[in-house]
C-alpha cells in the first residue's frame, strides 16, 4: 500500500476509517512523505512494516531518509518525496534511481500512475488533503515474484 501527504495532524488527526480499511490488508506501507508529525507512522506501523522518505514538511522527529531503495518481493523499489516538475520526471528518475522498476513519489498531492523510461512512477496522492483532486486518494501496489501487477489508485473520500 501506497501513501503520502497525510499532514498531520491538520489534516490526520487519526487514521480514518477508510484508509485503515486498505491498511488491514497491507503487506508493506510504503509512505512517500509529509507525515509531518513522527506518530503517523508509529500509528501505521501498527497494521504493517513502513517504509518511508521524508518530506518538505516534515518535523524533526520525523527520521527518515530523503531517498529509500529496497526490494519487495523482488521488485527494485525507490522512493521520494517530491520527484521535481511533471516535465521530464520519468527520465530523471531513472537517472535517480537507476536500478529501480518503480517509483514512489508525493509532493503534488496528484495521483498519478505512469510508465515512461523503462519505469512506472507512482504517486498514490493524499488521503486527507485533496487539494484540487475530487478525492482523498491511496495506492494499492500488487507486487509478485519482482512484478508489479496491479497498481490502483483508490479513492477515499467521498
Given amino acids: 500500500m501506497a501513501l503520502s501527504d497525510t499532514h498531520a495532524p491538520r489534516h490526520w488527526r487519526s487514521c480514518p476509517p477508510r484508509v485503515a480499511e486498505h491498511l488491514r490488508g497491507a503487506d508493506a506501507i510504503l509512505h512517500a512523505g509529509d507525515v509531518c508529525v513522527a506518530s503517523v507512522l508509529a500509528e501505521l506501523a501498527a497494521y504493517a512494516p513502513v517504509h518511508a522518505v521524508k518530506g518538505n514538511n516534515d518535523g524533526p522527529d520525523v527520521t527518515a531518509p530523503e531517498t529509500l531503495e529496497l526490494t519487495l518481493d523482488g521488485l527494485r523499489l525507490g522512493m521520494i ?7 521530464g520526471r520519468p527520465a530523471r528518475l531513472r537517472r535517480r534511481f537507476p536500478e529501480a522498476d518503480l517509483v514512489v513519489f508525493g509532493h503534488s498531492h496528484i495521483p498519478l500512475d505512469e510508465a515512461g523510461e523503462g519505469l512506472r512512477i507512482f504517486n498514490p496522492g ?33
Fill in 126 to 158: 493524499s488521503p486527507t488533503d485533496r487539494r484540487r483532486q475530487p478525492h482523498g486518494t491511496l495506492g494499492l501496489l500488487t507486487i509478485e515474484a519482482g512484478v508489479l501487477r496491479e497498481a490502483r489508485i483508490v479513492p477515499v473520500t467521498p
Fill in 81 to 87: 518525496h517530491d520527484s521535481g516538475p511533471a516535465r
